[in-house]
């Protein structure tokens, strides 16, 4: 078995990312509901996320799996340092 690819994450991958999301967070972390690909599309598009008092001023979502079916994701972002 080779080792699973990992990519950006792309428009076509929104099904099976909510469905790695679904099934890896939901009911494991706090506070996270299960989401369909309408609500997770503009999230995972958007450049920069401000949420909560907290501003992400960078993002990327990355994909990993084999065949086309997404297995697992990758979120990764920068948040600025606050003022205190």
């Known amino acids: 078995m080779s080792a699973p690819a990992v990519r950006p994450c792309?428009?076509?991958d929104l099904p099976g990312l909510c469905a790695a999301y679904?099934?890896?967070?939901?009911?494991?972390?706090?506070?996270?509901?299960?989401?369909?690909p309408?609500?997770?599309?503009?999230?995972?598009?958007?450049?920069?996320?401000?949420?909560?008092?907290?501003r992400l001023s960078e993002q990327a979502v990355l994909a990993a799996g084999q065949g086309g079916a997404v297995r697992g994701f990758i979120h990764v972002g920068l948040q600025a340092p606050d003022a205190r």
């Open 10 to 12: 792309a428009p076509d």
């Open 22 to 36: 679904n099934g890896l967070v939901v009911g494991r972390v706090p506070h996270c509901g299960p989401v369909s």
């Open 38 to 54: 309408e609500q997770m599309g503009p999230v995972v598009a958007a450049p920069s996320l401000e949420r909560e008092g907290a």
